[in-house]
């Protein structure tokens, strides 16, 4: 076995904890740039505790709401720029993965200087401020890595943000504050938890540190993001699918994505489909695709998922994956067709065409390397 493990954000993991970010905060400085969507902290009232911790520890705090679902680079510059003229010492994020990715690119556009773009596109970068997150939902596992994912509104393309600096100080995974999130989005976002692990298992930078993670993460989404979807208000499915979110997010750092994120991030990119339907959208023909290079690692899938795979062979095995995994998505309502955003046989070339130039490094870690031909015949596959 050959492998490393390096995870630098502390975690900090409980109901009630967002209460203790004023404490944990203090070491970053005394004045602090807040990354939030446009209301639901707000709404929620999360953001009044945030700002009353911040205040008893003599914090001062600047507030950018501007995050949309699937944040822009043309965002982080924005937050960046408010960022320098206001000398922030650290930046907040607060919210989903798109709060707590824009907050990552806020802090590290902050002291590097050109588009952010010009980063995810390769150019070397330097220092960011330092960052804490406060996750309020069960997805993306940002909290968890130093990813951070933004779409360029005038190419189109989503990509990632990665450096050794964007890792967040400390991380504050509260499950108090998942018990208000709607319904579509805990379906959304619980079952990009899903994803995460699935492809950290399934592909080709897997690993024994990162198996363990995903295989635990898989089971706990399969067991419990029913009973969060139908019972929300219900702390016990919040906080194992919030365990199941960090867990996922940690596999991620080590081992990545492959192809279902590959082809799910055009369809986010071009077509502001979210993030977690459209991974949904192409998982399964991806996993028809895919299931005769590793018929060992889908059929422990297929296990996870529920399937009795005893007196089946590895093959028949990993063939009952794709079912089971279209039952748990029928089960809460999430998209299984790219069809369902009005996407249409005339599209296909496009996306395909995109994936294959802008997402080549998740394209290659997948278990079976897809052609042009064959992400096409994917896409097709999933209409």
């Known amino acids: 076995m050959n492998f490393e493990f390096f995870m630098p954000a502390r975690l900090i993991f409980g109901p009630g904890k967002v209460k203790e ?16 969507g446009k209301s639901s902290a707000k709404k929620a009232g999360y953001l009044d505790v945030v700002t009353k911790s911040l205040e008893q520890e003599q914090i001062d705090w600047i507030l950018f709401d501007e995050v949309e679902p699937n944040p822009i680079t043309t965002t982080v510059e924005r937050g960046a720029k408010l ?13 989903g993965g798109s709060a707590m990715d824009t907050a990552k690119g806020i802090a590290f556009a902050a002291l590097n200087e050109g588009p952010v773009s010009d980063y995810i596109a390769g150019k070397p970068g330097g220092d960011a401020l330092p960052i804490a997150l406060i996750t309020t939902t069960a997805g993306t596992g940002s909290e968890a890595n130093n990813y951070a994912v933004f779409t360029n509104p005038d190419t189109k393309v989503k990509k990632s943000l990665k450096s050794p600096r964007t890792y967040a100080r400390f991380s504050i995974i509260d499950p108090e504050l998942m018990l208000t999130v709607p319904k579509k989005v805990t379906a959304s976002t619980g079952i990009d938890v899903f994803f995460h692990a699935m492809e950290a298992y399934v592909g080709r930078r897997s690993q024994p540190f990162t198996d363990a993670l995903a295989l635990e993460a898989m089971r706990l989404v399969v067991e ?13 499915y919040r906080e194992r699918m919030a365990w199941a979110n960090t867990l996922a997010g940690v596999a991620i750092n080590l081992s990545g994505t492959c192809g279902i994120h590959g082809m799910g991030h055009p369809l986010s990119g071009i077509y502001n489909v979210p993030h977690g339907e459209s991974l949904a959208a192409v998982s399964l023909a991806f996993m028809r695709f895919n299931i005769p290079e590793a018929p060992g690692k889908f059929a422990k899938v297929a296990e996870v998922l529920g399937v009795d795979v005893r007196g089946l062979t590895l093959m028949e095995a990993a063939e009952k994956s794709v079912e089971a995994l279209k ?7 999430v998209p299984r067709s790219i069809s369902a955003f009005g996407i249409t046989e005339k599209d296909i070339d496009e996306l395909a065409e995109h994936a294959f130039k802008w997402m080549t490094h998740n394209l290659e870690v997948s278990p079976k390397v897809p052609t042009l031909e064959d992400v096409k015949k994917i896409y097709r596959e999933s209409l």
């Open 83 to 95: 960022a320098r003229e206001n000398s922030v010492e650290f930046v907040i994020g607060l919210g």
């Open 224 to 236: 419990n993001l029913r009973g969060a979807c139908e019972h929300g208000g219900d702390i016990r």
């Open 327 to 333: 039952d748990l998505m029928d089960s809460v309502g």
């Open 21 to 36: 970010v004023g404490v944990n905060a203090k070491s970053l400085g005394k004045k602090t740039l807040i990354v939030t």
